[in-house]
């Protein structure tokens, strides 16, 4: 079955505390994503790759990091989680950034505390 | 950005009627798209139009776009109870797919 997976689904923990969130995919996609989803704000991008090594800024990613070592993961780090951090998390991939066959596949989402 | 702009924020209708949400979006496009999110949950791909054609169906779902007004809708026919949800558009051209804040629908039997 074709699906993008995150984990962990729930995630509280201490401000400063390295993270990570871990996102694959099992379609063979070019390109990945981060989006963060906050009430009032809709989705915000972090990170987004357009292919292995290959990693670029969003419209949010200060405090974030990420890595594309290898195609079918994308992990997303906080290397020292603040409370602003706390969102619902979302991966997502597709064949292409755009264009026909943009359709972007999401993980089911990572619901982050920080406290 | 292309963010899509949606509009309304919020609206809310009796099962059986018909449901109209709008897009606006900033710059030239290589295609739009349509998302459904249920509460909490991922982003579902429902429908795509690409920039030459300007409307397009797909079951009770009619997308149109208008590339002069930089502008699309999707109208959802004969609405149910499940298609209470949260509806996402999504320009797609040279830059990263970017979705605006949504329209959350309320669909009440």
């Known amino acids: 079955e074709a699906q993008v997976t995150q984990n962990p689904r729930y995630l509280i923990t201490v401000t400063g505390k390295k993270l990570t969130v871990t996102c694959s995919q099992n379609?063979?996609?070019?390109?990945m994503s981060w989006y963060r989803q906050d009430p009032g704000l809709g989705l915000r991008q972090i990170y987004y790759?357009?292919?292995?090594?290959?990693?670029d800024k969003g419209d949010v990613p200060e405090g974030y990091k990420v890595s594309r070592k290898e195609k079918r993961n994308f992990p997303l780090i906080l290397e020292s989680p603040s409370p602003n951090q706390t969102s619902l998390y979302f991966c997502?991939?597709?064949?292409?950034?755009?264009?026909?066959?943009?359709?972007?596949?999401f993980g089911q989402g990572t619901r982050l505390t920080v406290v | 950005s292309q963010q899509g702009e949606e509009d309304p924020q919020a609206l809310s209708i009796q099962e059986g009627e018909n449901a109209t949400m709008n897009c606006s979006y900033k710059?030239?496009?290589?295609?739009l798209q349509w998302y459904r999110q249920n509460s909490g949950r991922g982003l579902v791909h429902l429908i795509l139009?690409?920039?030459?054609?300007r409307e397009k169906h797909s079951g009770r779902l009619r997308v149109t776009l208008d590339t002069s007004k930089k502008s699309s809708s999707l109208l959802i026919t004969a609405s149910r109870a499940a298609d209470t949800a949260s509806y996402f558009c999504?320009?797609?051209?040279?830059?990263?797919?970017?979705f605006g804040k949504g329209t959350r629908l309320s669909v009440i039997a």
């Open positions: 379609m063979n996609h070019e390109y």
């Open positions: 139009i690409r920039s030459n054609e």
């Open positions: 710059t030239s496009i290589n295609n």
């Open positions: 999504a320009a797609s051209g040279n830059t990263p797919l970017v």
């Open positions: 997502a991939s597709s064949f292409t950034r755009g264009g026909t066959g943009g359709e972007a596949f």
């Open positions: 790759s357009m292919n292995v090594e290959v990693t």
